[in-house]
């Protein structure tokens, strides 16, 4: 009876909106994301989501790496019905070792192109973000700036600025260049920077900050921290270069926000959507969904693009299958330790 009665409450939907009160109060329906944005702050549109649906979004964050070690440790056990991380790399390893289930959804293969989700639908990518060269206009001219390898040539000594070795941005970006490079080049690469003495800072806004004071000329940022720094200065004197544009260059480097559904989900239906949620009216929500309120490129085919990220150019983006990541990211850390790449 009480089957019945959840069943038809769910088919009449937005019809009966007092039967979806009621259905609140016998069953709370919520659906728990694990989640490596925004430490501690609920998205907007999970917010968003939440209004539409009714569902409550329950959110523990944490760094890619924790909240995967955290999946891991718990198992069968864990209350993550969903898996929202920041690096393909997370997705690709939580796939291959069997902490998410698929997912088959018309929606879901339909929003979504082919390269930007798992081949066996266990995650799917809702957010694109380029980490690239930034560069001040005052001491730096675009056109000594080329690619990635460039940056370990020796006029650049002294005016560098990176992230630690430890966090997941730099191992997925030096992982590429594995994979582009071979490992000896990359390592030659890698060797390179460190040689160039920079400035090790774990926050990508203040490297831009850092850049902008004239502490260092060039630096590697994920896009969106530069958006959001115009958004609210549009003068700030910072500039985005796409690395890897030149003829037989890769692109520049991708990396994506996804999601998955774990295997050991109890809120299923309501994981499911909230996933195809994000794969479609969550990519756009006016530009508060997944991608554009973290000025993030969207994933689905024809979603709005944030007119900040717009305006940094066109350009073209690293080919390289985001289910390589996992694998590639073991010998980047690797690499990183061998050539004493600051942490
Ligand atoms: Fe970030």
């Not at 007092?18 to 609140?24: H, Q, T």
């Not at 994979?179 to 040689?195: Q, S, T």
């Not at 940022?221 to 200065?233: G, V």
């Amino acid at each position: 009876m009480r089957k019945l009665f959840l069943a038809a409450s769910a088919a009449l939907g937005v019809v009966l909106l007092s039967g979806a009160a009621v259905m609140a109060q016998d069953t709370p329906q919520v659906v728990n994301v694990y989640s490596s944005r925004h430490y501690g702050a609920m998205e907007d549109a999970f917010v968003r989501f939440t209004e539409e649906t009714g569902i409550e979004v329950r959110l523990s964050s944490g760094s890619a790496q924790s909240i995967l070690e955290r999946l891991r440790a718990e198992g069968s056990q864990t209350v993550a019905d969903v898996y929202f991380t920041i690096d393909a790399g997370g997705l690709d390893l939580a796939a291959s070792e069997g902490l998410l289930q698929p997912i088959e959804s018309e929606i879901l293969t339909e929003a979504i192109p082919a390269d930007l989700r798992d081949p066996d639908n266990l995650w799917f990518a809702v957010s694109q973000r380029m980490r690239t060269i930034m560069y001040n206009p005052e001491t730096v001219d675009p056109s000594e700036l080329s690619t990635y390898a460039a940056l370990a040539d020796e006029e650049w000594a002294g005016r560098l600025c990176l992230r630690p070795g430890t966090h997941i941005y730099t191992i997925s970006l030096i992982g590429s260049l594995i994979a582009n490079l071979g490992a000896e080049e990359a390592e030659r690469v890698v060797a390179g920077w460190v040689a160039n003495q920079p400035q090790y800072i774990d926050s990508d806004t203040r490297i831009l900050e850092t850049i902008a004071a004239g502490g260092c000329d060039v630096g590697l940022t994920n896009h969106y921290y530069l958006a959001r720094l115009l958004d609210t200065d549009p003068e700030f004197p910072v500039r985005a270069f796409w690395a890897n544009q030149g003829e037989g260059e890769t692109g520049v480097f991708r990396n994506v926000g996804g999601v998955g559904l774990t295997a050991a989900a109890i809120n299923r239906d309501n994981a499911i959507r909230l996933i195809e949620w994000m794969a479609t009216d969550g990519q756009a929500a006016d530009l508060t969904g997944v991608p554009g309120g973290n000025y993030e490129f969207p994933t689905a085919v024809d979603a709005p693009v944030n007119e900040i990220i717009a305006g940094f150019g066109e350009f073209t983006i690293d080919p390289l299958p985001l289910t390589e990541y996992g694998e590639l990211q073991i010998q980047a850390v690797e690499l990183i330790e061998r050539v004493g790449y600051g942490s």
